[in-house]
């Protein structure tokens, strides 16, 4: 029963990482932009979580109304900025996004201020599946799986099915011919970052009630996303997946199995891949 | 990068690099004379980082491997270092500076070894792996302090003459050394064909191959070579600080090396001298104007890659090629 | 064009101020015998709230005394840490060599303060620590002019382990992050708890800072011990207590912890922490006329409620005023000021306690429950407590 109920942790862990990963690997994949400030758009999704539920009452409200901020977000930061760095090295992208790092991070402060908080789950949400004699389940944690995979169908759905997807999918293979053929292509990339961005705000918020909200909190999902990019093959929702859930195993019995190895027992994990699959389990070589 | 400058590159230009060179070997060498303790130590820290930012510009700038876990060999020979020195008497440097050297060298060549065959963005992604693996090798065991880390108590000695390292004054001239030794190095080595294939490889590595460069052990050898020179710096910086910490290998100590270059300009050795002292005394000025000090970097860092699309050293080019051709500024737009 | 132009401006302006100032501490040192107090805190980053509340403390000490201490105005420098020990030896050289600072106050990261310790012994100046718990700063690398107005690691920990015996607990599993303040609160907790006859069923640990709990939440629940002890603080301290509660085990198999478990996290904490037992050298409604003053005082000024930190900051400050009023202000006799130090006993918040040999406070360790948003003291976990200070041989 105890490993079955690990396999859950695990499961479940690693459909979060998905709903993190997700958004930098559509950028990454669909753009070629290295955004290292996705991590603290995870976090201002958090913070967006707890004030937006402060202020309206509810983290039902809170949602919408952070998405269609941090797309308004997203929008401005490409057209502003990373419309500029298309035609240049990844280097620029790595310098540029890190110093977004810092001023996301000051404002943070400035605004919010430096205290940790929490955000209470929703009442409909807010119980409990017993699972053995003393041990149950969040109802929530289900829950997020639960969005998680709904939202790996539509990504997948849009991309794969529909005409937008089929625009951004020629964009990313060949952006000049697309822009031959009368697609607007600095448009597409508008959007795809914008859809980056509020997914890595949704997962954010939707995540806050459980992981809380703290300075710092963004740092420590960028390098494990990047893992999981990495270990996917860049731009491949799939992949991702897929390395989410490798992660999400490996972490959990990580923890159980070889304690002491438990802090290098990802980046192993990563190490390995790339030994044997240098671009990522689905990516293109 | 510097791929339009380079017919310009003549002998003359090599000249005027040279003799930049001798100004600020000679501006450093004579900083002491008017500078307070303090800023000796804040400009020996800054001269460690420039060691430390050259050896990667050798990677990034020239073999055209970007890393982003530099930090790892930097801090494997600091460690070497703290776990080398006796308890309470001075390190013998000649003794202790060729193991720590040899240990991330060693560490550079397994890395490498084991990750021969990949590039680009997953080449950056698995050197950070591996750094971060090193990093969790010291923090999490006992062996050198875990996350508290570990005192060197007294710096190394030279055994040579009077020289006395443990004053700063002493500690100085040899990291100054050590830097124009280690530029003066880079420029050769540079220079050499080993140098040029490089180069060559960098841009454009089949064709390389095709000319039949083992393009390959080229990659190992200037890998091996940046990881021993950033252990140099690691090196020094344990001997100057007398206390070494994990965090010295943390991602994050890459992604500051990293910036240092980009900032002053890749591909150019005098610009990997000029993002760490610019790079440093920045957020020296910034920290001391506010406590939203983060706020200024970020927002500097955003400036810098919008408007000096080749870093300060970039700026510094086109501003004396503008003054000596006195033609429109078309040309140094980005 | 003319943007570049000024950036060109900027930058070379940049040389010259750096230059400049290069100079002027010297001229500046001149006039004042003013009392310069250096401030080494985290100001960004993680514990930006527990640096300003030492901040906050120590300046309310300081206006109680009329701006002054020892007698002497104060002149005030502070550094922003940033909790990175990478830059740690330069940030407090900054401050010892650059504004020549009589006295250096700081940090929080333990991994900071440790090279602040290195700086303090190899230059002389005198160091008070208003919170970093590594043993060693009171332990083996304990040194003259060295003091500490917080707690060890081993402090809070110990008296738990008393307390989960006497509560019945004979077998318990541990759990914290592989990280020095984890790893020696948990040595501590075992020492006292194995001693009386208890035992570890298992120690536990996570690599420091994931707070992915699920795995050995579901272990802890297979291996049913009689209680848990947890180190955790800021925002795993909050993760754990509710994946805890949340998992259904909070009323199955007891959960304790070190205070920092509960310490400034209790409003985000929410009922997940309600009726936790915890142990620290603070908490809420200690009955003394100076709690009540100093929490009044704070409140006014601040307008948020005093927490443990600003009581650490507060008693740096009171501890640097009553040893230099001892030595009428004078730092010319290191030695007789380091005596007077020694021997004060702090009229603190948390109840009066006086220095160990080692320069660790000697002071009560509190039991404290989870009451609303308050952690209530319900009794005297461990009464005057010394750090053992293994490893140091001041006074010895």
Request: proline letters at 4%.
């Amino acid at each position: 029963m105890e490993w079955l109920i690990q396999i859950l942790n695990s499961v479940q862990y690693g459909l979060l990482l998905f709903l993190v990963a997700s958004g930098l690997t559509l950028i990454f994949g669909i753009m070629g932009v290295i955004n290292l400030a996705h991590g603290s758009f995870y976090m201002i999704g958090a913070y967006l979580a707890f004030s937006l539920a402060e202020l309206t009452g509810s983290l039902w409200t809170a949602l919408p109304l952070g998405i269609v901020l941090a797309f308004a977000l997203g929008l401005v930061l490409e057209i502003l900025l990373i419309s500029r760095l298309y035609r240049r090295d990844h280097l620029y992208q790595v310098l540029l996004t890190f110093g977004l790092i810092l001023v996301f991070e000051e404002m943070r402060s400035i605004l919010v201020g430096d205290d940790v908080h929490g955000v209470a789950i929703p009442a409909l949400l807010d119980a409990s599946l017993p699972l053995t004699e003393n041990l149950s389940y969040p109802v929530y944690r289900l829950f997020i799986s639960a969005v998680c995979l709904v939202l790996a169908a539509l990504m997948y759905f849009t991309i794969q099915k529909t005409r937008l997807g089929m625009m951004v999918r020629a964009g990313a293979s060949n952006a000049e011919m697309t822009q031959a053929l009368g697609i607007n292509i600095r448009w597409i990339h508008a959007l795809v970052f914008a859809a980056g961005v509020a997914l890595a705000v949704f997962a954010g918020m939707i995540a806050a009630p459980v992981s809380s909200v703290f300075p710092g909190m963004g740092n420590q999902v960028l390098i494990i996303c990047f893992v999981i990019v990495v270990i996917g093959g860049i731009g491949s929702l799939k992949g991702a997946l897929i390395a989410s859930l490798l992660i999400g195993f490996v972490d959990t019995f990580g923890k159980v199995l070889l304690p002491e190895l438990a802090g290098v027992a990802v980046y192993l994990l990563m190490a390995i891949v790339l030994l044997f699959r240098p671009a990522g389990l689905y990516g293109r070589p | 990068m510097a791929d339009p400058e380079r017919p310009r590159r003549s002998t003359a230009s090599h000249r005027v690099v040279t003799w930049w060179l001798v100004l600020g070997i000679l501006a450093l060498a004579i900083f002491p004379a008017i500078a307070e303790k303090f800023y000796l130590q804040l400009i020996t820290k800054i001269m460690i980082l420039s060691i430390f930012a050259l050896s990667l510009d050798l990677l990034v700038g020239y073999a055209g491997l970007v890393s982003l876990g530099h930090a790892a060999f930097f801090g494997v020979a600091a460690y070497a270092l703290a776990l080398a020195a006796p308890a309470s008497d001075a390190p013998n440097l000649w003794l202790t500076l060729p193991l720590a050297l040899a240990a991330s060298a060693v560490i550079a060549l397994v890395i490498r070894a084991l990750v021969i065959r990949t590039a680009g963005v997953y080449f950056i992604m698995v050197t950070l792996a591996f750094a971060q693996m090193v990093y969790y090798f010291f923090h999490d065991t006992r062996l050198a302090g875990g996350s508290d880390g570990i005192y060197v108590n007294t710096r190394p000695s030279l055994e040579i003459g009077s020289i006395d390292l443990a004053q700063d004054l002493h500690f100085y001239y040899l990291v100054l050394a050590v830097l124009a030794g280690v530029f003066i190095f880079l420029g050769i080595i540079l220079r050499s064909p080993f140098g040029r294939a490089l180069q060559g490889i960098k841009a454009n590595e089949q064709r390389m191959r095709a000319l039949g460069f083992p393009t390959l052990r080229y990659k190992l050898a200037a890998f091996v070579l940046a990881g021993t020179l950033a252990g140099l710096a690691g090196y020094l910086a344990a001997a100057k600080e007398g206390y070494v910490n994990p965090e010295l290998l943390a991602w994050h100590q890459s992604g500051m090396v990293l910036m240092m270059l980009i900032l002053g300009g890749m591909g150019t050795l005098f610009g990997a001298v000029i993002g760490a002292f610019s790079y440093v005394l920045l957020q020296e000025w910034f920290s001391n104007l506010t406590k939203h000090w983060q706020l200024l970097m970020g927002s500097f860092i955003v400036l810098a890659v919008l408007v000096l699309p080749r870093g300060l050293a970039g700026l510094g080019q086109s501003i004396a090629l503008r003054r000596r051709s006195s033609a429109s500024s078309d040309d140094v737009e980005p | 064009m003319t943007s570049r132009r000024k950036f060109v401006q900027q930058v070379a302006a940049l040389g010259t101020l750096s230059a400049a100032s290069a100079i002027a501490p010297s001229l500046a040192r001149a006039q004042a015998a003013k009392l310069r107090v250096g401030l080494m805190l985290p100001y960004t980053g993680t514990y930006a709230a527990l640096g300003t509340a030492i901040t906050q403390g120590f300046n309310i000490a300081v206006e109680e005394n009329g701006g002054k201490l020892g007698g002497r105005d104060i002149e005030y420098f502070t550094v922003d840490d940033e909790s990175e020990p990478a830059k740690a030896t330069d940030n407090a050289n900054r401050l010892v060599q650059r504004d020549k600072v009589d006295v250096l106050v700081g940090t929080v990261h333990s991994g900071v303060v440790m090279a602040m310790v290195k700086i303090a012994r190899d230059s002389g100046t005198l160091l008070i620590i208003p919170n970093a718990g590594a043993n060693a700063a009171t332990g083996s690398q304990c040194a003259p002019n060295i003091f500490r107005t917080s707690f060890s690691n081993w402090q809070p920990a110990h008296p738990m382990g008393k307390v989960m015996y006497d509560k019945g607990h004979r077998k318990v599993v541990t759990l914290t992050w592989k990280y020095g303040a984890g790893e020696e609160s948990v040595e501590s907790f075992k020492e006292a708890f194995t001693k009386l006859g208890g035992s570890i069923v298992k120690e536990m640990y996570l690599p420091f800072p994931n707070v992915e709990f699920q795995a050995f939440i579901t272990e802890i629940a297979s291996l049913k011990p009689d209680a848990v002890f947890v180190f955790f603080a800021g925002g795993g301290a909050i993760k754990f207590t509710k994946d805890y509660a949340a998992a259904g085990l909070k009323d199955k198999i007891p959960l304790y912890g070190s205070g920092f478990l509960t310490d400034g996290t209790l409003e985000a904490q929410g009922a997940s922490a309600q009726g936790l037992l915890t142990t620290l050298h603070y908490g809420d409604g200690i009955e003394n006329p100076k709690n009540k003053q100093f929490r009044y005082a704070y409140g006014k000024k601040y307008g948020i409620q005093a927490d443990v930190y600003a009581v650490q900051g507060y008693d740096a400050a009171l501890l640097l005023g009553s040893g230099l009023t001892a030595v009428k202000g004078s730092f010319g006799d290191k030695k007789s000021l380091y005596g007077a130090l020694e021997k004060v006993k702090i009229d603190s918040p948390r109840g009066a306690w006086t220095m160990s040999r080692a320069h660790n406070p000697i002071q009560d360790i509190y039991l404290r429950r989870v009451e609303g948003n308050a952690n209530q003291v319900i009794g005297v976990a461990w009464k005057a407590l010394e750090d053992p200070a293994r490893g140091c041989k001041l006074g010895a």
